[in-house]
């Protein structure tokens, strides 16, 4: 199988080399420089930088972007400098930066991790019916022994504030869909409306990733049904975790979802021996022993708001910040989600067919 490889960087986002080599001695990171782009990624920018005979991940925000609460990279490598030590799965932070002078906006370094990323709906890789399952498995336990880690002991506990945690989702993705849109969506008002009238009571308060899904995760070459690293935690914060699981859920496009959809899909979650959304929920709820009865909300919330995510990045392609082809794409992937949640919402179902 194949190892997740960089690609030349796209124009456009080029970094300054000399400024970043100087800055990377500083670190003590010396010898012949080389930086590659990670192609996938539709948020922060990723790319590989060799220096001499180490390989770095280098994350900064999009070019463009004024969405700073999504794109804090100090708050990012604050989260793994923490969560690193006590969780295998998170990548070793190394340097940061905050002098937007250096690249023209903040970022860090960390250690990368090889392996396996499985990217859209039909990825390179083959696996078996068997390793499907069994990786799917994996995905939703490794989900839930996130959520069971002492935040607290791990020295997260500035992190977020999780009293009112969900309330203020609802109210602080509605507004940046306000913010993003180009055009107006009635699907995208209603589920909105929708999920301000009925906001959940707390269920718990956990570390949350907020991104769960296929190409977050890497795989191990030799095992592709185990996970050795969890990547991009700049959305991650100490909140419900039922709504992490039900932006994993947003995520998982089934075998019974439109074809639209499924063209449309992140990861590989319909392929032969794949769980079903309903699936994932059950274990979930046997590995935590948490009340999952209300998920219909939170699957809905999610949809929601991977739409609006969506919409900022079509936003920032129609503002020419960007001229990356695929972004051009987003405003149907905004479509089909809010009409998804709305369909979920009427038949209370998160698997409406």
């Not at 800055?23 to 012949?32: A, D, K, P, R, S």
């Not at 859209?120 to 890789?125: F, I, K, L, N």
């Not at 997260?156 to 507004?175: C, I, N």
């Amino acid at each position: 199988m194949s190892l997740d490889e960089p690609r030349p960087v796209r124009p456009g986002e080029e970094l300054p080399l000399p400024a970043l080599a100087s800055w990377l001695e500083l670190q003590g990171f010396t010898g012949h420089l080389e930086v590659l782009q990670f192609p996938k990624g539709h948020s922060n920018l990723t790319y590989l930088v060799r220096v001499g005979e180490r390989e770095l991940v280098l994350r900064r925000p999009p070019v463009g972007s004024k969405v700073k609460s999504a794109h804090d990279m100090g708050r990012e490598f604050r989260v793994l400098s923490r969560l690193a030590p006590v969780w295998e799965l998170a990548p070793k932070p190394l340097a940061h930066c905050d002098d937007p002078a250096v690249l023209g906006a903040p970022f860090y370094v960390m250690e990368r991790i090889r392996g396996i990323v499985l990217r859209g709906p039909a990825p390179r890789e083959r696996l078996s019916e068997a390793e499907v399952r069994k990786l799917c498995g994996e995905i939703i336990d490794r989900l839930a022994e996130l959520h069971t880690l002492d935040w607290r002991e791990a020295g997260l506990g500035d992190l977020g504030k999780p009293e009112g945690y969900v309330r203020r989702q609802v109210e602080g993705w509605t507004k940046r869909w306000q913010d993003a849109k180009t055009e107006e969506l009635p699907e995208v008002e209603g589920i909105a409306r929708w999920l301000a009238e009925r906001i959940p009571a707390e269920t718990g308060a956990s570390l949350i990733h907020n991104d769960w899904k296929h190409d977050n995760l890497v795989l191990d070459e030799r095992d592709p049904t185990r996970i050795r690293g969890v990547l991009d935690w700049e959305m991650s914060t100490v909140g419900d975790p039922l709504m992490d699981l039900g932006t994993a859920l947003a995520y998982w496009i089934e075998q019974g979802d439109a074809d639209e959809l499924k063209a449309f899909a992140f990861g590989p979650t319909f392929l032969p021996g794949s769980f079903s959304r309903r699936e994932l929920v059950g274990r979930y709820g046997e590995r935590t022993g948490r009340n999952v009865s209300g998920i219909l909300f939170y699957f809905c919330f999610a949809l929601f708001k991977t739409a609006v995510v969506l919409q900022q990045i079509y936003k920032r392609y129609v503002q020419g910040f960007t001229k990356d082809e695929r972004f051009a794409a987003m405003i149907l992937g905004v479509h089909l989600l809010s009409r998804m949640a709305v369909r979920a919402a009427e038949k209370g179902d998160i698997s409406p067919g």
